[in-house]
């Protein structure tokens, strides 16, 4: 008799578990796509690193780009169109804290893909901060920006294209999903249905026994 209640009772939740995993993964990011905003910018901005210093070269005081400078640092920005559709002219300053521009103060690019990237224009907004406009931004594309200086530069980033979602966060914070946490997910998800209809079962039992023991 037991044997015949093992499917209703233990397989059937786990049976649906299964089925509600796979079908969450197949439909959920079909939801997703139909709640993305239209227009939509990811940005992610590191603080700037240390990429050579005086002590690199014996204490002294080294060339880049032409400039003699004791130390070097790199800060690296991302975009990323993760909309639905293209933008064009889309706009943002790259607001940089300082009194005067540095010694040394060099911006370089890259986009990915580079032969369906529109033209990047940059332009001088006050001693260092620039305003940059990419013509157009479409969908899936990234552009790349590295910021390489003699001091470490207070960089902050402020979309400036109305219509458009930017969300903008320090690049450490990025996190993402592998297979192997996916996979624990299914888990301890089917490990869950198989506790939660034990302890249904077990349950009322002993709370029979105590009763029974306590007449």
């Given at each position: ?18 089925i ?28 700037p ?50 009194d005067?521009e540095?010694l040394l ?7 990915e ?24 931004f479409i969908?899936?594309?990234?552009l790349?920006?590295s910021?390489?200086s003699?001091?470490?530069l ?18 450490d ?31 009322p039992?002993a ?9």
């Amino acid at each position: 008799m037991a044997r015949s209640q093992m499917f209703p009772s233990y397989i059937f939740p786990t049976v649906l578990t299964l089925i509600g995993l796979i079908g969450g993964a197949v439909v959920g990011p079909m939801i997703q796509d139909l709640l993305m905003p239209e227009k939509e910018v990811s940005i992610k901005l590191s603080e700037p690193a240390e990429v050579l210093t005086s002590r690199s070269v014996g204490n002294r005081d080294y060339k880049l780009f032409d400039q003699k400078v004791n130390a070097s640092y790199l800060s690296t920005i991302e975009l990323k169109n993760v909309g639905k559709t293209s933008i064009d002219n889309y706009l943002f300053t790259i607001d940089v804290d300082t009194d005067k521009e540095p010694l040394l103060y060099r911006f370089f690019y890259t986009t990915e893909p580079p032969h369906t990237f529109g033209v990047v224009k940059f332009s001088n907004v006050g001693p260092a901060s620039k305003n940059v406009v990419i013509d157009r931004f479409i969908e899936g594309n990234q552009l790349n920006v590295s910021v390489i200086s003699s001091e470490p530069l207070a960089i902050d980033i402020i979309p400036n294209t109305s219509g458009v979602m930017s969300t903008v966060k320090p690049k450490d914070i990025e996190s993402s999903y592998t297979m192997e946490d996916i996979v624990y997910v299914v888990v301890f998800s089917v490990l869950f249905a198989f506790l939660l209809r034990a302890a249904y079962d077990f349950i009322p039992w002993a709370v029979n026994r105590c009763f029974r023991k306590s007449m």
